[in-house]
């Protein structure tokens, strides 16, 4: 591996040929490089090669790295792309841009409760387990639009789309994204403001290709970025 503003070239490059085999822009793809276990001197190595979203999984790494005075004063958008419980959401409430990992209505609920104190807006997405696996978080297909229903009623905060990690056979995971996408145009047909659900967040370092093929809005790259952890 090279340093990390090499081997994001590489990833930014990667992802513009996959983009124009799928017959996309580029630019409908967001790259989230995935920082957890990463130090702050990465994260600012990937910032000042311009890069602007990251994304953790654990709250108090992600904690951490808010307070480092090597991130301070800098403009970057946090993803939190972990699961997260209940418990642990008035931590990162106001401090990401979106949250990715919820696959509970209670959880959803948590977080109106505490955006509404704070009055502010916050961006979710729900995380569906599509390869079925009972080692993956995530909700059932079936079960996908009554809990959806649920939390389209809460206040200050904004389902925008869907979230997965699929199989390692990436025959197998191509599949899985078509089915999150299918998912996401049912959802959209009973949803009150469809335009909202936009998001499909899928793909990592080693099936980003065939998410993008699949409509994959943003992609969660960590190792081909940093390196191995």
Known sequence: MGNVAENLSVVRDQVASACLKAGRRADEVRLIAVSKTKS???????????????????VQEFLEKLEDPLLAGIQLSWHFIGHLQSNKVRQVTGKVAMIHGIDKVSTVEELSKRAIQQDILMDYLLEVNVSR?????????????QAAESCFRLPNVRLRGLMTIASPDQDQARREFAELRENLESLRRTAPDPALLSELSMGMSQDFEEAILEGATMIRIGTAIFGWR
């Not at 696996?133 to 639009?145: A, N, P, Q, R, T």
């Open 133 to 145: 696996e009972s080692s993956k978080y995530g909700l059932d297909s079936s079960s996908l639009i």
């Open 40 to 58: 702050a001197e990465a994260v600012r190595e990937a910032w000042d090669a311009g890069h602007r979203d990251f994304g953790e999984s654990y």
